[in-house]
């Protein structure tokens, strides 16, 4: 079985500055993915990044880059000048080859600060 | 090109009344899903199909829960009859084939609220 552990309910940063999401996981899988998506109020979620395990490099996309330790079943996000947009609940979650099932981590509710 | 589309955005019903929501995936998409979100929570999946074919069901309570993709495109999710703790947001998603493919990716509807009272 799959889980996914986020541990900070809840976060707030200051318009500009850096932070950074943290995401545990458990699989017994070789092969798998893992994701951060971000869920505005608006409900709608949307893919911010993906990682494939068996890659070592660690995915950036523009402002948003992750930090991938797989031995430490690791998979934490972090936001480089944070913009009011940012403001969003945002999951971590993790993608078995074996299943095709997502799992979902509980969330960290992010507010950026004006 | 439209999103995933789903209705309607909000209900609100008493328990045991029935209630249905609807999905229409991106064009092309052979494989849905229905998710269904309690507050505070991420989404869980409760069904998956490849075109048609409910290929994961393992999660819907066959009980009162009911869904169907006729002609592989849209498809409709039915509870009869509502209890209080099916109280949650129930997200659609679809994508253009299987997720460990790689290339795919999910793309989620904005959800439909449900509260039963």
């Known amino acids: 079985a799959q889980t996914v552990t986020q541990s900070q309910p809840e976060m707030s940063v200051q318009e500009a500055e850096t932070v950074t999401l943290s995401c545990t996981y458990d699989?017994?899988?070789?092969?798998?993915?893992l994701f951060w998506y971000k869920q505005p109020p608006s409900r709608q979620m949307i893919l911010v990044i993906r990682?494939?395990?068996?890659?070592?490099q660690n995915a950036t996309e523009n402002r948003f880059s992750v930090n991938f330790q797989k031995a430490a079943k690791s998979f934490s996000l972090k936001i480089s000048d944070s913009q009011l947009g940012d403001t969003a609940m945002y999951f971590c979650?993790?993608?078995?080859?074996?299943?095709?099932?997502?799992?979902f981590g509980t969330g960290t509710r992010l507010t950026i600060i004006p | 090109e439209a999103g995933v589309v789903q209705s309607p955005r909000y209900k609100i019903i008493e328990k045991k009344q029935p209630v249905a929501f609807w999905c229409n995936p991106i064009?092309?998409?052979?494989?849905l899903y229905w998710y269904r979100q309690n507050l505070g929570q991420g989404p869980e999946l409760l069904i998956r199909?490849?075109?048609?074919?409910?290929?994961?069901d393992s999660q819907l309570p066959k009980d009162r829960f009911s869904a169907e993709r006729l002609k592989g495109v849209d498809s409709t999710l039915k509870i009869q009859p509502a209890e209080l703790g099916d109280s949650a947001v129930y997200l659609c998603?679809?994508?253009?084939?299987?997720?460990?493919?790689?290339?795919?990716?999910?793309?989620f509807g904005a959800g439909s609220r449900l509260t039963v009272l």
């Open positions: 998603a679809s994508s253009s084939g299987q997720l460990v493919a790689g290339a795919n990716v999910l793309t």
């Open positions: 699989t017994s899988e070789s092969n798998y993915y």
């Open positions: 990682q494939e395990a068996y890659k070592q």
């Open positions: 979650a993790s993608l078995n080859f074996g299943n095709e099932k997502l799992t």
């Open positions: 064009s092309g998409h052979n494989t």
């Open positions: 199909y490849e075109n048609e074919e409910a290929v994961d």
